[in-house]
């Protein structure tokens, strides 16, 4: 079983940061691919990036250059630093987690880019 709690997000204006933290535990975290997914109400729910156990990243197109994210395997923790930030970018964004063939999620933190 694994839990993941997400925090960091809120309001932005376009062209702005901000940076969502997700405190995972539980078991197999050192193997589990960990990533941040979005969705806006009315559609699915899509991959935003994810980061491989031995570092490996991948972002959707639509936020390569603007987002990082990271991961510290010794605190359990997954980062997504966002960048550039522009109001297609706002939605509620969840933190992820795959390992022994489940996937598991946090609650979402709701993320807003208006001026």
């Known amino acids: 079983q694994v839990q993941l709690v997400e925090s960091g997000g809120g309001l932005a204006q376009p062209g702005g940061s901000l940076r969502l933290s997700c405190a995972a535990s539980?078991?197999?975290?050192?193997?589990?691919?960990m990533g941040w997914h979005r969705q806006v109400p009315g559609d699915q729910r899509e991959m935003v990036a994810a980061i491989h156990p031995n570092g490996d990243t991948a972002y959707t197109d639509a936020v390569k250059g603007r987002f990082t994210i990271s991961r510290d395997n010794a605190q359990n923790t997954v980062s997504l630093q966002m960048n550039l930030l522009k109001p297609e970018d706002t939605a509620v964004y969840y933190c992820a987690a795959n390992t022994g063939g489940r996937a598991y999620w946090g609650q979402g933190t709701q993320v807003t880019v208006s001026s």
């Open positions: 539980g078991r197999g975290l050192s193997t589990a691919t």
